[in-house]
């Protein structure tokens, strides 16, 4: 491996992949956020067992949506921390669609029935166009509670069957918001 390679090990597991093979995993997304935990590249598999963590330890409540195959990043984007750059939530009414999205208190995992502080929703829950970002009607996608770990292994099966690396990955942390496939 010289400095031209196009080979690189993981950060994880540090067995070497093809550059364009590992992800980009930024708890800090770009210095948006506060965060001790540095940007790595990673596998799929260490991606997942990565993210699956900060799924499970986040404190607060989210919307996550099934990764989507035309993006390039998946990234959260907090409610009440969103910064401009980070995210443009466009308008409160979209903030507030985002949080009729949330759980509510005392919500189960449709998969397990532990507690469930995720809502976890089909890619077809939001609507893109020229004018921004939309949810769309409730009813027309599919939307349950699901605890941490259940919508670990379902974000885990969804990037192995997109197969792609993502240049962006940035966990939930801080407050309730939004994990969505986004264009970086
Ligand atoms: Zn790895
Ligand atoms: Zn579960």
């Not at 502080?117 to 996608?141: H, K, M, P, Q």
């Not at 969804?158 to 240049?167: C, H, N, Q, V």
């Amino acid at each position: 491996m010289g400095l031209f390679s196009k080979e690189a090990p993981c950060d994880g597991c540090r067995i070497p992949f093809e550059k364009k093979a590992l992800h980009g995993f930024d708890p800090a997304w770009r210095r948006h956020r506060k965060s001790d935990d540095p940007r790595r590249r990673l596998c799929t598999p260490c991606l997942s067992a990565a993210l699956s963590e900060y799924l499970a330890a986040f404190p607060f409540r989210a919307a996550v949506v099934e990764p989507a195959r035309e993006k390039n990043a998946y990234v959260f984007g907090p409610l009440d921390k969103s910064r401009p750059r980070l995210w443009n939530w466009g308008s409160d009414e979209f903030r507030e669609q985002v949080r009729a999205l949330m759980p509510d208190p005392g919500a189960v995992c449709a998969l397990c029935g532990g507690a469930a502080s995720y809502t976890w929703c089909g890619t077809e829950a939001f609507i893109e166009n020229d004018e921004g970002v939309f949810l769309a009607e409730r009813g027309t996608f599919a939307e349950e509670p699901r605890c941490g770990k259940c919508v670990a292994s379902a974000v885990d099966a969804s990037f192995r069957e997109l197969g792609m690396a993502l240049a962006e990955v940035s966990p939930p942390a801080d407050a309730d918001g939004l994990l969505i496939s986004q264009d970086v």
